[in-house]
């Protein structure tokens, strides 16, 4: 079954960092893989997908990267901003299969 | 361009009590999706469907009932509602071009049964 794990659950950091969420799947036979941002009390919004035969993406400031033989995903954020203060989630979807198995987050907090 | 809109945004329900979460999308989207969210969690299938007409089991789908009459509608049933569906109750929708399948999800209801 598979099962993905995001660690640490909640990150503070101070404006201006960089730094990496990370994301881990105990399967590695997945067709994507997704990060999604969501802000409280709002739904979610996709920030990069990555196919299986990809190895990252890049969106401004954001980079995914997806290692399947290891079964790990990172996110890194550059130059992290008070508005990137967020949660962050990680979702697969396994090899033919319409569902999304989600991680349950990491929280970010950026510090003006 | 509205998106994927969800009503209601907040519902309290009493034990027992009966409802149903309405969810929209004006994408033409093909894909159709409901998920819950408990707290510090992430989200769990509770429904899909691939078109009109046609919906399948998730992974937690007890106590829930859907139906898929158009390609816009969706709408979630709670039938003899019970404390253990308290929860935020999101929609999405996506529509599978090739290998993008990227989901949009709605703002979410949030439900507490009492």
């Known amino acids: 079954k598979q099962e993905v794990t995001q660690i640490p659950a909640a990150l503070s950091v101070p404006e201006g960092e960089n730094l990496v969420l990370n994301c881990s799947f105990t399967d590695s036979a997945i067709y994507n893989l997704q990060w999604f941002r969501q802000d409280p009390g709002k739904g979610l919004t996709s920030l990069l997908l990555?196919?299986?035969?990809?190895r990252e993406q890049t969106s401004g400031r954001l980079n995914a990267s997806l290692d399947k033989s290891s079964g790990r995903s990172t996110l890194y954020i550059a130059a992290s901003q008070p508005g990137d203060s967020a949660t962050y989630l990680c979702?697969?979807?396994?090899?033919?299969?319409?569902?999304?198995?989600f991680g349950s987050g990491t929280r970010l907090l950026v510090r003006p | 361009n509205a998106g994927v809109t969800q009503t209601p945004k907040f519902r309290i329900l009493k034990i027992g009590q009966s409802m149903t979460l309405q969810c929209t999308q004006d994408?033409?989207?093909?894909?159709m999706y409901w998920y819950r969210q408990d707290p510090g969690m992430g989200l769990k299938l509770i429904y899909y469907s691939v078109g009109a007409g046609i919906t399948d089991k998730g992974e937690v789908p007890n106590g829930y009932n859907v139906s898929r009459s158009t390609t816009e509608d969706f709408p979630l049933r709670l039938e003899l509602a019970a404390p253990s569906q308290t929860s935020v109750y999101f929609c999405?929708?996506?529509?599978?071009?090739?290998?993008?399948?990227?989901?949009?999800f709605g703002p979410g209801t949030r439900l507490t049964v009492l």
């Open positions: 999405a929708s996506s529509y599978r071009t090739g290998l993008r399948d990227t989901q949009y």
């Open positions: 979702a697969v979807r396994p090899d033919s299969s319409y569902k999304l198995i």
């Open positions: 990555i196919q299986s035969s990809q």
């Open positions: 994408m033409n989207h093909n894909y």
